[in-house]
C-alpha cells in the first residue's frame, strides 16, 4: 500500500473512481455474517465488497452474547479487501424491562465505539459512513457527522415499517429515526414500496433513492443443459432463513400435502436452516411427504447453494411479509422463474416474462400457483430472465449506483 497525497492509503489494483485518492467508508450495520451464524446480513457484506473494489473499506458489526461469554472479544479479518472488525460483548439477563434495555443499549454503543476506534486506527478518520438498518446506528453516524462533519447514507432493509408488519412503534424511536434520515446525504432501500413505507411514517429525506442488492451473476449461472431428465419429477426450490413467522414454510407444507393428493410429479427441495428449522421437519414427518415430496437440504453455501437453485426448474417464495430477498435475484441470475407471495416489493421485479404472483395468506392461491408453474415452468426463457437479472443486480449496475451515491455525499463533481 502507498500513501497518496492526502495521507490515505492507496491500493494498487482499485478501479480508480475518485482519482489518485481512496477515500475511507465505515459500513455500520445491524446485520451482518457472524461466527453464530453466517447468513444474515450477505446482502451487506456484498455492498461492502463492492465498495472494496474503488475505496479504502471497514465495516463494523458488533453481536451481544447471552450467558457464553464473560469478556467483549474483537475479531478483526481481512476478508477480500474488506477491514473488518466483529465485536462480540457479553450482554447479562436483566429481568427489569426498562433498566434491561437501557442497558443492553449502552453496551451496544460501547461495543459500536470499541469496534470504531479499532477502524480508524487501522485506516483512519472515515471520509464516509454508510449505515445498514435503522435507528441505532445511525444515530451514532449522526454523532460522528455533527463532531467532524462526516456524512453518512443510510440503506435501509427492514420490512417492519410496511403495514403488514406495522412494528415500527414508540415516539422516541419515531422521533430519532426522523431526525437521523433527514440529516442524512442520502437514503436508499432495494424496492420503492419500502421506500413509501418510510415516507408514510414522515421519514423525510431530499435524496431518496433506489440501491439494488448485488447478485454474483458470475458464480449464479444456468445448469448445464441436460442436467435433468425428462423423467425426473419437476423439482422447485424454496430458500430462506427458517423463520415461519414471515417465511410462512408451513403454509407450503400444507399446500404440499394438498398437491400430493393430486399427482406425484414434483419434488420440493428446502434450503436453509434457523430457529424453525427442526420443527418443520417434524410437522413434515407427520404429514408424510418429508423424503418423498420435500426434501430438508440444511444450509447450502457457496457451489451447493447455486447447484441448488440452478438445477431446479422453479423456485417459490411464500412469505407473509417482505421486502425483496437476494435469493430471487439470485434464481433469475440462474435462469429460473419465480413464484412468489406478492408482498412488499417482489411485484416491482416478478412479471409475467420472470414469474407468476399469488396472493399471499392463500393457501388455495399458493396450490394454483404451484400447479401452473409445474405445468408451464418451461415456458419461460432462460436467457431474458438472466439479463435481467444482470441488468438490475449485476457487479456492473450496483458498482455504478453505489459510485455515484457516494461520490454526491462526498461532494465529488
Known sequence: MNPSPSGKQSYPGREDYFGSVHPHILFLTRWYPHQYDPMPGLFVRNHALIAAGFAVTSVVYVHGVVKSLNRTVIEQTNDEGILTWRVYYPVPSLRLPLLGQVWKGFLFLRANCQGIQHAIRKSGK?????????????????????????????????????????????????????????????????????????????????????????????????????????????????????????????????????????????????????????????????????????????????????????????????????????VIGEAFSCGIPVLSTDVGGISEIISEHTGRLVKARDDKALLEGIEHMLDHFHEYEQKAIRDFAIQHFGKQAVTDTLKSIYMNALQIP
Open 126 to 326: 472515515p471520509d464516509l459512513i454508510h449505515v445498514h438498518i435503522l435507528t441505532r446506528l445511525a444515530a451514532i453516524a449522526l454523532v460522528l457527522h455533527w463532531k467532524y462533519r462526516i456524512p453518512y447514507v443510510i440503506t435501509e432493509h427492514w420490512s417492519r415499517y410496511l403495514p403488514s408488519v406495522d412494528t415500527f412503534k414508540g415516539w422516541a424511536r419515531k422521533w430519532l429515526t426522523r431526525l437521523v434520515v433527514k440529516r442524512a446525504a442520502a437514503v436508499t432501500t432495494p424496492t420503492v414500496n419500502l421506500q413509501n413505507a418510510m415516507k408514510g411514517f414522515r421519514l423525510e429525506n431530499d435524496h431518496y433513492l433506489l440501491l439494488p442488492n448485488l447478485v454474483d451473476t458470475e458464480r449464479f449461472i444456468p445448469a448445464p443443459a441436460g442436467h435433468i431428465k425428462d423423467s425426473q419429477p419437476v423439482q422447485f426450490v424454496h430458500v430462506s432463513c427458517f423463520e415461519d413467522r414471515s417465511k410462512n414454510i408451513s403454509g407450503l407444507l400444507r399446500v404440499i400435502v394438498a398437491l400430493s393428493g393430486k399427482r406425484q410429479d414434483f419434488r420440493c427441495r428446502l434450503v436453509g436452516v434457523g430457529e424453525d428449522f427442526e420443527a418443520l421437519s417434524v410437522m413434515a414427518e407427520e404429514m408424510g411427504i418429508k423424503d418423498h415430496f420435500v426434501i430438508f437440504s440444511g444450509l447450502l453455501e457457496g457451489d451447493s447453494l447455486v447447484d441448488a437453485i440452478s438445477t431446479a426448474d422453479f423456485m417459490v417464495i411464500t412469505s407473509h411479509y417482505e421486502n425483496l430477498p437476494v
